[in-house]
């Protein structure tokens, strides 16, 4: 059985990837499947937590348990989140969060012209919802969680954006082929604000969801003391 170490608690998770359209059948995607948000989500509600999962585009049918808010883009997602998070106890971020979005939404489809080349696609950038969310907690005490996909130099540029944002811990992958986007396996370092690293083995996305919650459960604890 698995201990109810979150019984009490709300949390809400993000997860999947926003989609930020440029004209009515086109927009700006990537990768993200969604797993890993979906696996926080699920095993968050079997430790006992009252769950909100937002989710961006994803294939993956509801968790049992949880409260799923489907969302587009950035915006909406940033909406959702502000919203639920008003009286979360822990925020994780694995929303996979188009960091630009097409600076003009064509009403129109747009069309090739014979002869003509097309039209650059000028682009804005979002909004960052977890420094967002870090700046202004919404609840004395809440915790907050980010994700970083890195491809190189991984713990350097994950610790910086750890500072950067001012989330109290964030889960750093290295994005390769078999790991990361798409697939059902991870491997991470978890960096915390007071210094600490834990390092995850490759391993199932369920088994790295379990390890975020046995780090942010101490520091609900802590602050609620
Ligand atoms: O800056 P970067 O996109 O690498 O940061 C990733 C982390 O920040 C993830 O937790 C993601 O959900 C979050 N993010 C966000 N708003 C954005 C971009 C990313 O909250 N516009």
């Keep these: 059985a698995v201990e109810p170490d979150l019984a009490g608690r709300r949390v ?6 926003t989609r930020e359209p440029l004209d009515p059948v086109r927009y700006l995607g990537n990768r993200s499947s969604g797993k890993q948000g979906y696996a926080l989500a699920a095993t968050a509600a079997a430790r006992g937590a009252q769950v909100t999962l937002i989710a961006g585009n994803t294939e993956l049918p509801d968790p049992a348990g949880v409260d799923v808010l489907p969302v587009g883009t950035a915006r909406q997602l ?21 960091d630009f979005r097409p600076a003009a939404y064509a009403t129109g489809k747009i069309k090739k ?8 696609i000028a682009l804005v950038r979002n909004p960052d919802i977890l420094a967002e969310l870090s700046a202004d907690r919404a609840r004395a005490g809440q915790v907050v969680v980010g994700f970083a996909a890195e491809t190189d130099d991984v713990l350097a540029n994950g610790r ?30 978890v960096l915390a604000s007071d210094g600490s690293e834990t390092p995850v083995p490759y391993g199932p996305k369920d088994a790295l969801a379990d390890r975020v919650w046995d780090l942010v459960v101490p520091r609900l604890a802590e602050r609620s003391a």
Excluded: Q
């Design 12 to 17: 809400v998770v993000t997860a999947g990837g």
């Design 78 to 98: 940033r909406e959702a989140v502000l919203k639920a998070a008003a009286d979360a106890d822990a925020v994780v971020m694995a929303a996979a969060v188009a």
């Design 113 to 120: 012209v014979e002869g003509r080349e097309p039209e650059p």
């Design 160 to 189: 910086a954006k750890l500072a950067r944002k001012g989330c109290d811990l964030l889960v750093v992958n290295e994005v390769g082929e078999d790991k990361a986007f798409g697939s059902a396996e991870n491997e991470a370092v």
